[in-house]
């Protein structure tokens, strides 16, 4: 796929949507965990130690298997603000996914051609979706 420029209002839509999906606690945690520390810089407490303690209390509700396992990270790191800055660029370049599918939808004259030029570009890539690629569940 092609470079796409996504402007800021595409990045504000991709976060809400991450926000009311399924896939939430990629936007909240980091967050959550930044909180933290901020707030134990502000109280003169150790902002680490104060990651690690919200990390284990975000781990007891967290479903997500690849945020529990960036949470778990950070839980047990003694490099907590390394470990928390890759689960942000881990957070960032799904938003700017999602924001670069908004503005090929925004693109598309209609949303039938929206899927039919995405399941071009996964056929080309050669991802699969499940068993079969995109195209291939189209063709069936």
């Known amino acids: 796929m092609s ?13 809400i949507a991450l926000n009311k999906s399924a896939f939430w606690e990629f936007a909240d945690c980091p967050v959550t965990i930044r909180l ?26 967290v479903r997500d298997p690849m945020v ?7 839980a047990k790191s003694s490099n907590v603000k390394k ?9 960032d370049r799904l938003i700017s996914k999602v924001a670069e599918e908004f503005v090929e939808v925004d693109k598309a ?15 080309i890539t050669g991802r699969g979706v499940g068993k079969r690629t995109l195209a291939e569940m189209y063709v069936a």
């Not at 470079?3 to 976060?15: G, L, R």
């Not at 134990?40 to 007891?60: F, T, V």
């Not at 529990?68 to 950070?74: K, W």
């Open 83 to 91: 470990h928390l800055a890759e689960f942000e660029a881990y957070r």
């Open 3 to 15: 470079e796409v420029t996504v402007s800021q209002e595409f990045i504000d839509k991709a976060i």
């Open 68 to 74: 529990r396992d960036y949470v778990a990270v950070i």
């Open 36 to 61: 933290a520390m901020r707030q134990a810089e502000l109280d003169g407490r150790r902002a680490n130690s104060a990651a690690r303690s919200a990390a284990k209390i975000i781990l007891k509700r």
């Open 109 to 123: 004259a209609s949303v039938k051609d929206y899927h039919l030029q995405r399941a071009q570009r996964i056929a």
